[in-house]
């Protein structure tokens, strides 16, 4: 029991199949057993608990990861000793860490967990966080805000908590809530949330081991084809205002035949547009033929009378139950001002216009709106907004909307995946979502919202896609150069720079036929900068498909923070804008302005400087030289693909033959130990480590054999003819 003044709370301890424990005040089925909420996850199964008393009274339990929960009854509280599998202490949990908020009528309207921080602790949240990757020190919002990269607040929220102690929290919650991450008091932080349910999950381990149990529950991360890790262009209607054309193709023809093609020398692979550019038949054609893909911007509503257009077999715009009160007409999907009242059968719109994506009628409307887009071949769409729904509705699936606020963004990634898989059997294309929460992770891309072309928007674009990995988000990427007119030659550069080693590479700009001819204007210097990554990227594109395909296998994100590679190495947990890309390449991007050295962070081991294949030995600071046309990156020993992409970028830099840097990179990989300790145990007539050495050789030989293939077979930057 949980005391909360003359009130009591049961709380209930559970030991999931994935791992670790879960600890819920009343579950919400045993008091709404009709309302199903997909936002709340339930793990495959749960452990038979095995308790063994102690003399001192205590109660030891275990989950499936080797977490030990040591219960103790303390007068009329409790307190919980947690244990990793190697028995060592990690955190406790008493009943006065655990709180209820009520109103007058006893009702639960808030629930608050507190928890102790450590001198030099680090924590990391699984959301779109602007300020810092690592999170100690701030107070945030988590509810979903179209914010504008406002620091305290994030267009995604998912109450999923790292700590470099060695365990991870995850908030199985909906609310809308705050977390005080120590600003207040640096001796513990808080996590509140505005609801009458309590649950929550626990995990013992680093960062990326938790994250593996996490997405056990939740899902891993969707995959995307091969091209969507190229390289998007971006127009939106305002491209074509002011001195451009009218005229949409006329637009097109200048932005693909005479800035790209004529400049650069080669086409999108993809090109998002609004507006009249990406709904007509002409410009999809005109894009197609030249390679490129074409997406759209989906905005979540539409007018009571074009709803009607798109449901026309819908006789009545509310639900209709028969006489056994089963659903029969889903109604229009929108928001009601009142809970479904079955039995009276009234209901009434908050609003006509937002959809509420629980109704299942939404995928009929997506379809609708779609269909004839899809026959012209349309291949993706930002699925914009998510942040809408008011607290004080209803909606389909019988939610309050505090509830729903965070999960409609579930929903609306759930029914957006399903409508375009429903129609594109092979999963080819590509929906990125600018809002986000728990399980959308699994489900779509996201973008980083509108961060300001500013200096401080690129940092919180870097901040965002960090602490996004923490939370199973890989196919991320941010608007290349910010969300309107990049006005510095020197700040466009940079983020292009980083660009490149972004889950998506892409512009979104509204002023792009504005920002090209401009980049031109602005000199050779900044137009080589953007053709170079573009052609780094285009080398690389093989390799972050694979790791996204790693990704979803494994659940290790395509983007880590330091902290989170390399828990426990000393100086990693103050690193914010520093990251680990496709498990490989450390990335340290330039976000200032006059800034042509920069100091890094090299973790333990043996590091390869990607521009000239210098090594440095790792576990210290080192300050690289950043001119403006390079980013400082490293590659990690051990690592095939960029080791063989690295050899191919010397080869064409120094023109020299391949071999000569591939050979000599890849000696140290060579298994020749495994070759003579394969022989070795075989003539000792010990089978069992021959073959064990023998295997553990074949795997490394054919990696290498892979890897160098793969790579080798990209095509190299065409020549101007």
Partial sequence: HAKAGEYSEDLYISFPEEGGFRLLSKHEYQEKVEVSNV?????????????????????????TDGTVVRYLKDGSGFSLEIYNASNKKIIYITNGQIAFAYNRKGKVLRTMVEMPLVSKEAMYNGSMRFASANIVGHHFSLTNTDCWSAHDYSYGNVPLFHSNRGYSIWFNMTYPGEADMGE??????????????????????????????????????????????????????????GRYHQNAERNMEM?????????????????YGEGQN??????????????????????????????????????????????????????????????????M???????????????????EVTKARLWQLWKWGLAGAMIDYGEWLHDDVYCYNGLYGDEMHNLISYYYAKVAADAWS???????????????????????????????????????????????GTGGFNVVGGDMGGFGSCTSAELYMRWTQYSAFCG?????????????????????????????????????????????????????????????AYQGQSGVKSINDQYLFCNSLLVSPITAADAYYRDILLPEGNWYNLWDASRTEGGKTVTA????????????????????????????????????????????????????????????????????????????AVALAVGIALVLGLPLPQKRR
């Fill in 422 to 468: 429903g129609y594109y059997s092979n999963d080819d294309y590509i929906l990125f979502q600018r809002s986000g929460f728990t399980g959308s992770h699994a489900l779509v891309g996201n973008f980083t919202g509108d961060n300001p072309s500013t200096w401080e928007g690129l940092k919180d674009q870097i901040h965002g896609i960090i602490s996004m």
């Fill in 504 to 564: 998506l590479m892409r512009v979104h700009s509204g002023n792009e036929l504005r920002d090209m001819a401009w980049m031109q204007n602005k000199g050779d210097l900044t137009a080589d900068t953007f053709k170079k990554y573009y052609n780094l990227r285009m080398n690389l594109q093989d390799a972050l498909y694979s790791a996204s395909v790693d990704a979803s296998n494994t659940s290790v994100p395509m983007t880590q923070a330091l902290g989170v």
């Fill in 184 to 241: 207040t008091n640096p001796n513990k932080y808080s996590v509140k949330l505005d609801g009458d349910k309590l649950d929550f999950y626990f995990w013992t381990g680093e960062p990326l081991d938790n994250l593996r149990k996490y997405t056990a529950i939740t899902g891993t991360s969707g995959m995307t084809e091969e091209w969507t890790f190229g390289f998007w262009s971006g127009a939106m209607s305002a491209a074509f205002n």
């Fill in 39 to 63: 936002g709340l996850f339930e793990p495959k199964s749960i452990k038979t608990i095995d308790y063994k008393r102690e003399s001192t009274g205590a109660i030891m339990m275990s989950g």
């Fill in 625 to 700: 030289e950043a001119p403006t046309t390079v980013i400082p990156v490293y590659v990690k020993s051990g690592a095939v693909i960029p080791l063989t992409l690295l050899a191919r970028i010397l080869a064409i830099t120094l023109r020299a033959p391949v071999t000569v840097f591939l050979l000599t990179g890849i000696f140290p990989l060579v298994p020749g130990a495994g070759i003579y300790y394969s022989a070795y145990y075989f003539i000792q007539g010990d089978n069992a480590l021959a073959l064990a050495n023998g295997i553990s050789t074949f795997k490394i």
């Fill in 278 to 343: 990406s709904q007509n038949a002409n410009s999809m054609n005109f894009a197609q033929q030249r390679g490129s893909k074409v997406l759209y911007w989906f905005y979540p509503a539409s007018s009571y009378s074009t709803t009607a257009e798109y449901l026309p077999e819908m006789s009545k715009p509310t639900p209709i139950f028969d006489a056994d009160g089963k659903c029969i007409s889903t109604g229009y999907p929108y928001i009601y001002v009142t809970p479904l009242l079955k039995l």
């Fill in 255 to 271: 932005l693909f035949d005479e800035v790209y093609k004529g400049k650069y020398n080669f086409y999108p692979e993809a090109f």
């Fill in 345 to 363: 059968n009234f209901y009434s719109f908050n609003e006509t216009n937002w959809y509420d994506y629980s109704n299942p009628s939404t995928i």
